[in-house]
């Protein structure tokens, strides 16, 4: 199992442009999310999925788009990158056998993407 | 008031030292309770779930006070390996996850 893996590890982009950044878990996990981590703060969602084909916005969601199309996968797209998503972007999942009553199952984080927009 | 509150440190304690970490939540039904750890530039990792009854692994000790709305962690015999940033994250149902901006430890030798 390689649990969550994430690319690319590190990028630098100019304003303006967009990139995606992979998110894969082999976990067979129904939730997947995106965090963000700036320094000093907490995580902040991004968006979620709660399995394929339904996606949700979390806290920041500003400047970000997701898809989810397969159980595995759930790529985050930037479009029109802008100084302030310069941050440190975790992927994670995790499994609900009851998602209707909401109890969760520990996240899973995979290593991290740092992105630099300048 | 925050979600989820946890004193920032940083905590400087000698190797072998006892050391506990709070963290208050404001969310009272809130349902599950985490704490993890971060190492500088990596990903955060489960250190512990914590459950009502409180609950131990190794030299690692959480307790969960709904009454008063806290968790804590408590670390024996502090290693220099336990310096880390510590997450306090709380689960309130469903997706939503809140992670405290954490408590930095250093174990000095």
């Known amino acids: 199992n390689a649990g969550v893996t994430q690319t690319p590890k590190f990028r630098i982009l100019k304003i303006g442009q967009s990139m995606t950044l992979q998110c894969a878990q082999d976990m067979n996990h129904n939730y997947m999310y995106w965090y963000r981590q700036d320094p000093g703060m907490g995580l902040k969602l991004i968006y979620y999925s709660v399995g394929a084909g339904i996606t949700d916005k979390g806290e920041v969601p500003n400047g970000y788009n997701v898809s989810r199309s397969t159980t595995e996968d759930f790529p985050l797209r930037l479009e029109l990158a802008a100084p302030s998503q310069t941050s440190v972007y975790f992927c994670?999942?995790?499994?609900?056998?009851?998602?209707?009553?909401?109890?969760?199952?520990?996240?899973?984080f995979g290593p991290g993407t740092r992105l630099l927009v300048l | 008031r925050k979600e989820v509150e946890q004193d920032p440190g940083p905590f400087n304690v000698p190797e072998g030292a006892t050391v506990a970490f709070n963290c208050t939540y404001s969310?009272?039904?809130?349902?599950?309770f985490f704490w993890y750890r971060q190492d500088c530039r990596k990903e955060p990792k489960l250190l512990m779930s914590?459950?009502?009854s409180g609950n131990e692994d190794g030299r690692f000790t959480a307790q969960l006070n709904r009454a008063s709305q806290y968790i804590s962690l408590l670390i024996r015999d502090s290693k220099l390996s336990d310096s880390a940033t510590y997450l306090c994250?709380?689960?309130?149902?469903?997706?939503?996850?809140?992670f405290g901006t954490g408590t930095r430890l250093k174990v000095l030798a």
């Open positions: 969310n009272s039904a809130s349902q599950s």
């Open positions: 994670a999942s995790s499994y609900s056998a009851f998602p209707d009553r909401g109890l969760q199952e520990t996240q899973y």
């Open positions: 994250v709380v689960n309130s149902g469903t997706y939503k996850y809140i």
């Open positions: 914590v459950y009502s």
